[in-house]
């Protein structure tokens, strides 16, 4: 451990000799787990599958997931959680702007949020699945009994009862692990769980073109253009112009197929720059800032192929099997490494730059013609059975 994390650490575990631990789930059923995750919407996303697993391992426990107000689309209608509550913590999302060290010690002693939870009298479980000293903090806060953290990551876990280690390996893996260490032993799929309503499915229908020729088959493609991290996003006229390509290799095989654009409203320009750049012969259409979160996460479902950077949208497909391909470039310059956390073994691929004979990268981001080939050959694959995980990666 360096001298700074020291720094930040040795608090926490002066603090934690204030609150020792007063429950222990290997003796006694937890009456509430508090499941800590107030991040950004990827992360909650690939975080999912642990409250199945909870839910097996305590049928009787009232699980209770703390999450940013931001993500409570992601977690309606899951069945197996008892309540939301929203905690907008400023820390490890790119929604609060203000992330500092006065915000984050104002938000632990004087949020209404938090003043509210300490005032149900403790948790008997709360895990912090990302692992941070401010996890930690806000668990001794709100009185949980017994803290699970992570071990090298941002810190925290010389506070904690249970710990997992950080380790490259896919984060909905490292969630499930933590509920491995409450005795979970029958685990899903590691693979975002979404729920969806009838009603929802429905609304998305709408959205589909259904102007084909009779006996003519429609691709349906979900493409997104914008990410969290700007440095992530595949510029846009690019975008536009593998989606022309994509149009033009699918009419050329005797198919039509039908563009939407997804995305939040900061997307809009973006999306309107591809749009733009496919030209006006393309069947693409935004729908970013014009449909509820729920809504795009339906039209995700009855994609035949998405088409994504490193964002949200990739996980919210793996949630539907749907055959997605990862544009990766920009700012991710391990692409092994990405895959390794944020990828899955089956219906994703991921196109990265191409490299010299040295290992450089040739350029910034894949070449379109790369891209196009991924997603006509993600579409002739959508039928097929599941394949281990194939990467387009860097060729030499």
Known sequence: MGWKNLLIETPVWLMSRFYPPRFDPCRDTPREILVLRPN?????????????????????????????????????????????????????????????????????WKSPEVAALRARGG??????????????????????????????????????????????????????????LLGATDLPEVRPQLFLTNDERA??????????????????????????????????????????????????????????????????????????AAGPGVPVRSLAGEVPMRIMFALVEEADVVLTNSTMLMHVAAAFRRPTVAVLGGSITKPEVHDAIWGYPSHYVSVTPELSAQGERLHEWPAVERVVEAVVQSAAQAQKPDEPRTRLGAAA
């Not at 009232?62 to 409570?72: D, Q, T, Y």
């Not at 689309?73 to 060290?101: C, F, G, M, Q, T």
């Not at 479980?125 to 949980?144: C, E, F, N, P, Q």
């Not at 198919?255 to 591809?274: H, K, L």
Request: net charge positive.
């Open 40 to 108: 950004d919407f990827g992360e909650l996303l690939t975080t999912t599958p642990l409250f199945e697993a909870l839910r097996k391992r305590f049928p009787s426990t009232r699980l209770i997931a703390g999450i940013g107000s931001w993500g409570r689309p992601i977690l309606e209608n899951n069945p197996y959680i008892d309540e939301i509550v929203e905690l907008n913590a400023p820390w490890n999302n790119k929604i609060v702007a203000d992330r500092s060290h006065k915000s984050v010690l104002r938000f632990l």
């Open 123 to 180: 948790f008997d479980v709360a895990i912090d699945v990302l692992g941070s000293y401010m996890g930690t903090l806000l668990m001794m806060r709100l009185g949980a009994r017994y803290r699970i953290g992570v071990r090298g990551y941002r810190g925290g876990d010389s506070g904690c009862q249970a710990h997992v280690v950080y380790a490259r390996r896919q984060c909905g893996r490292a969630a499930l692990a933590q509920g491995e």
């Open 203 to 276: 609304q998305a229908r709408q959205y589909w073109a259904t102007n084909t020729l009779a006996g003519q088959r429609t691709v349906r493609i979900v493409a997104g253009v914008g990410a969290g991290v700007p440095a992530k996003a595949w510029p846009a006229r690019e975008v536009g112009a593998a989606l022309l390509q994509i149009a033009q290799a699918f009419e050329q095989s005797g198919s039509a197929c039908d563009i939407v654009i997804t995305g939040s409203a900061a997307d809009r320009s973006r999306a309107a720059e591809a749009i733009a």
